[in-house]
């Protein structure tokens, strides 16, 4: 029996984690769910980016939303761009956008905050969209969740934020 060395097999299992993610190319990983040609998601690469290399994933279509962690980031994808991803060598994974990335712990564990407690008893909170979403569309979004914006409200707050 011939031993293979650690550097042999490291290279085996290298080319063979390249195979499969080539073989996944054009297809949505599991869980990202495509509306309308989009899907957001947490985009992870082999490394931090550098240089002009965000410019360069922009160029391809990826919209960089913030980061969330050094070579983490949340991201809208549309199906070419998410073809040219899985082509990048950088490329590591492509997971949902779970609900702890929309709504905070306290709220999903039904115990708002102190200070989103009104005296009247509602709860305040204050509702964060994409620049590229519509005011009108944020307010069909915001009551279709059961939320009332503030009376008056004829336009996105700083930040694109409706308080509801």
Known sequence: MRRVSVSVFALLMASLGVAHLQGQQGRPPPGI????????????????LRGNERVQFQAQGLRIYEAVGPNRFLVRVNRRTLEALQRNPQFSRLTPVGLER???????????AQHARLESGRI????RFYPDVEFDHALTLVRRHGLEPEAGVTAFSRGNQISA
């Open 33 to 48: 769910a495509f509306r309308n040609d989009r899907a957001d998601a947490i985009l992870e690469l082999q490394r931090p």
């Open 102 to 112: 929309k709504v905070s712990a306290t709220l999903r564990a039904g115990n708002p």
């Open 124 to 127: 305040q909170v204050r509702v």
